[in-house]
């Protein structure tokens, strides 16, 4: 056996390894924690960016998708305007029809009138659709009114014969 007195250096020695080596875990552990720590933050700072700039881009549509929508509503209003002015004219034309010419005519009116405000009222909706109705509804609106202004050709061509 080996006296007391022996162990004491190795005793010493092992401590102070012991020191060190947790003194350098707890070192590598910090750095760990703040690569982690800097890691988190960059990634939360890119997915700031990246919310932003979908924001901007959602802006940016949102404002050409309004834009194009009060176009279309303007449009739409004017062409009414043109089809109901032009319908007046019709209406003074099919009075003087006489018999079954005369009825015919005031119910071709009569649907043009309501072709006319369905078509308003498609187009006041417009505002109110979501984004990803919102191109149908265009598409539905200007078929609407070609519809419109074939069905006052054909109403024109009918009275006017």
């Not at 080996?2 to 010493?12: C, D, E, L, T, Y």
């Not at 979501?130 to 050709?153: M, P």
């Amino acid at each position: 056996m080996m006296p007391a007195r022996s162990f004491k250096p190795w005793i010493s020695f092992l401590l102070a390894g012991g020191l060190t080596l947790a003194a350098g875990c707890g070192r590598k552990q910090e750095e760990v924690v703040s690569d982690a720590e800097r890691a988190g933050k960059s990634v939360a700072r890119a997915a700031r960016e990246a919310a932003r700039r979908v924001g901007e881009v959602a802006r940016e549509a949102g404002g050409k998708a309004k834009t194009t929508t009060d176009d279309l509503i303007a449009r739409v209003k004017r062409e009414t305007g043109d089809v109901d002015r032009s319908r007046a004219d019709l209406e003074k034309e099919a009075g003087k029809l006489k018999g079954k010419a005369k009825v015919n005519a005031q119910r071709t009116l009569d649907d043009l009138k309501k072709q006319s405000e369905g078509l308003r009222k498609s187009a006041q909706g417009l505002k109110t659709k979501t984004a990803d109705k919102l191109d149908a509804a265009r598409v539905e609106i200007n078929e609407k009114l070609e519809k419109l202004k074939r069905a006052y050709e054909a109403a024109a061509r009918e009275i006017r014969k």
